[in-house]
């Protein structure tokens, strides 16, 4: 992709209206000092000294971080959160970044779903240990899962896209359940014109009507049961994958190939749209990449990006947000301008 072409779409983005309906992780670091360790009077067991705090929102709320920072016009949360102090957090941040949360409900009947990352201090930086995490195991309760619906409904006709993030292996258990799917099945095709994208952790093969994005992993695991782990690493293997899965699900598709770079179907063929070509000493931290990429792809789309510049775009963001560790990185347009120019120019 020429530069001015990304300039020209990356300009169009302040014009969106996108709304992202999803699980709403509270992404907390909590930074221990080793050195403060003191032991308790009551167990006799180590008592780790936690000497700051940072939050972040997470899984639904990265891609909104990523969206925000790419200055995509109008962002609205779908979705729900818990009556606690996570909540709180989750909404706070949130609307620091501008988002719309008036249809982000707020229940007693749920906990805010939260991974807790505690990371001890270490000389040459941030050493991570067992993570903590707070998922909602009982079903979602009906009157949270008809608010989201309602909301979906809503949205649809007054954005340019919705994006759907759906976190949880669990059926019915998170804010996209059985019944929401079915319900933006409908409003796919209801709204054949709208970009209705879902990325999903266990269920990407359940939408319908939508453009889906999943890694090679989870590609490889759905349309071949059982194959070899290493299978997924075969990229012909991937290729094959796009058209079945493309046909499942009524829309085109993109599949994330790790370090490789995304696979996409542009007319009908699959092409691998490589990933920015980091120098080998680059020191990267992934999480949130994804996320990152699902906001360059479809912002691009929502602004006459072809499958493929779209793809460029999403792995220009990804590349950006790797290269911010120990947190969960976002890409600002700037950010990506420079990438490119370093990479490509």
């Avoid at 991937?238 to 007319?267: N, W, Y």
């Avoid at 994804?290 to 460029?312: K, N, Q, R, Y």
Wanted: proline share 4%; aromatic share 6%; with cysteine.
């Amino acid at each position: 992709m020429e530069r001015r072409r990304l300039e020209e779409l990356l300009n169009r983005f302040s014009g969106l209206r996108i709304a992202v309906a999803g699980d709403f992780f509270l992404d907390k670091w909590l930074e221990i000092d080793r050195g403060l360790d003191e032991t308790s009077v009551e167990t006799g067991l180590t008592a780790y000294q936690v000497t700051a705090k940072r939050c972040y929102a997470g899984a639904a709320g990265t891609v909104l971080s990523n969206l925000a920072a790419l200055e995509a016009g109008k962002l609205y949360a779908l979705g729900f959160v818990g009556d606690d102090g996570e909540g709180f957090e989750m909404l706070r941040i949130l609307k620091e970044l501008g988002v719309d949360t008036a249809s982000l409900a707020v229940s007693d009947k749920v906990m805010t779903p939260t991974y807790t990352k505690p990371v001890f201090r270490r000389e040459n930086g941030l050493e991570e240990t067992h993570r903590l995490d707070h998922k909602n195991t009982a079903p979602t309760p009906r009157d949270l899962e008809d608010g989201v619906i309602d909301a979906i409904w809503a949205a649809v006709p007054e954005v340019d896209a919705l994006i759907v993030l759906d976190q949880l292996a669990s059926e019915d258990r998170g804010v996209i359940t059985a019944r929401v799917r079915n319900e933006l099945a409908k409003a796919g095709e209801q709204y054949p014109g709208l970009i209705l994208y879902a990325d999903s952790r266990a269920f990407i093969g359940h939408f319908r009507n939508m453009i889906v994005k999943c890694n090679n992993i989870e590609a490889v695991n759905l349309l071949y049961p059982g194959a070899a782990p290493e299978t997924a690493a075969d990229l012909e293997r991937v290729e094959k994958c796009l058209p079945d899965l493309a046909r499942r699900t009524g829309r085109t598709a993109f599949i994330s190939c790790g370090s490789k770079g995304v696979m996409v179907l542009e007319r009908g063929k699959p092409v691998l749209v490589p990933a920015v070509p980091l120098a080998p000493d680059t020191r990267i931290d992934i999480v949130g990449a994804g996320d990152a990429c699902s906001s360059g792809i479809v912002s691009a789309l929502c602004c006459g990006a072809t499958p493929e510049e779209a793809a460029f775009v999403g792995n220009l963001a990804a590349a950006v947000t790797i290269q911010v560790i120990g947190t969960t990185g976002t890409a600002a347009r700037s950010q990506i301008l420079a990438l490119y120019d370093e990479y490509y120019g």
